[in-house]
């Protein structure tokens, strides 16, 4: 029983002595791995005292040359000289201030409009009412075969209401009735010179764009191939409501917007003011000797046609 006691009475003291001696220990072992590895002698040495860490003593020159590799491990080297890389030249330097240039989006292919009627008696140019119209045209041109028109055209009579009208093209063969209609589509603010009147309202919806297809007049139902050969003047056809009735008017544009079709191809295209290029100039006239010569032998010249 007194073994027990003394026991419990001196473990405690001996594992504290223990773990300070343990303590001691560590703190000694680190000052040693310290002052070996960390602290700096050099200040010790004499003079002039070579410090690397290995000398060689040997006598051989510190720089001999190495036992080169077999070449035999590698394969042919490729002596073909590289192309020469150029060196790309610095960017200027970009102005913060200045205006950035829109990149030009491509143009998409424009798309004519479907004719929808072609030498009909629905649109008879005779039956015209030029004294209340008010139509022009604001762009005329055309790329390859395809036309394209801006403008407007309303009536300028009290009432008269841009929203509840439909623009038609009426591209006429010059001396003829011959005629093709197209539909044309608004386009508000596209003249960039908006009409204005007194009695007609909502012209902004009175102002149109059409493309058409001079080579290929097609229908919602079948193609009737290249427009007649001839010169085409045109007219615009407004379908509104006037004092609660349907109302077509037909207007004449200016005879001055003319266009001259061949085997489906645009040869002139005149604006008010313009006038067509000068015809090709004719063959030269054969030679008197090449005519006698012909004279003499019209047997030859039947032979030939």
């Given at each position: 029983?007194n073994?027990?006691k ?13 773990l300070?001696?343990l303590?001691?220990?560590?703190i ?7 002052l ?7 200040h010790l ?10 000398v ?7 720089t001999?040359?190495p036992?080169p ?7 042919e ?10 060196i ?5 330097t ?13 143009s ?10 072609m030498?009909a008696?629905?649109?008879r140019?005779?039956d ?9 045209l604001?762009e005329?041109s055309?790329?390859g075969?395809?036309v ?6 309303y ?7 841009g ?5 038609t093209l ?10 093709v ?6 386009e508000k603010n596209i003249?960039g010179?908006?009409p204005t009147?007194?009695k007609?309202?909502?012209l902004?919806e009175a102002?149109?764009?059409v ?10 139902t079948?193609?009737l191939?290249p427009l007649p ?10 379908d509104?409501?006037y004092?609660?009735e349907a ?12 266009m ?14 313009t ?8 063959a030269?006239?054969a030679?008197?000797?090449?005519s ?7 047997s030859?010249?039947?032979?030939a046609?």
């Amino acid at each position: 029983m007194n073994f027990h006691k003394w026991i419990r009475k001196h473990f405690g003291r001996s594992i504290v002595k223990f773990l300070i001696g343990l303590l001691i220990l560590a703190i000694i072992a680190s000052a040693i791995i310290y002052l070996l590895t960390q602290f700096d002698y050099s200040h010790l040495l004499p003079s002039g005292t070579d410090t690397r860490s290995y000398v060689v003593n040997s006598g051989a020159p510190l720089t001999a040359t190495p036992t080169p590799t077999a070449f035999a491990r590698f394969p042919e080297a490729d002596l073909t000289a590289a192309p020469s890389v150029p060196i790309a030249t610095a960017a200027p330097t970009r102005d913060p201030n200045a205006t950035p240039t829109p990149t030009p989006e491509p143009s998409p292919t424009p798309t004519p409009a479907l004719a929808t009627a072609m030498m009909a008696e629905e649109f008879r140019p005779g039956d015209r009412d030029d004294k209340y119209g008010n139509v022009g045209l604001s762009e005329f041109s055309y790329t390859g075969s395809i036309v394209t028109m801006e403008g407007w055209a309303y009536a300028d009579v009290y009432g008269f209401d841009g929203r509840e009208s439909e623009i038609t093209l009426i591209v006429r063969l010059r001396g003829t009735n011959h005629y093709v209609a197209y539909p044309t589509v608004k386009e508000k603010n596209i003249t960039g010179n908006q009409p204005t009147s007194d009695k007609a309202f909502n012209l902004d919806e009175a102002e149109f764009s059409v493309k058409f297809d001079v080579a290929n007049v097609v229908t919602s139902t079948e193609d009737l191939g290249p427009l007649p050969d001839g010169t085409y003047i045109f007219g615009l056809s407004i379908d509104t409501e006037y004092n609660g009735e349907a109302v077509r008017a037909f207007y004449t544009l200016d005879a001055g917007y003319n266009m001259t079709v061949q085997d489906g191809e645009i040869l002139s295209l005149l604006t008010p003011g313009t006038t067509a290029p000068p015809s090709p100039s004719p063959a030269p006239e054969a030679s008197p000797e090449a005519s006698a010569s012909a004279q003499a032998s019209p047997s030859a010249s039947a032979a030939a046609e």
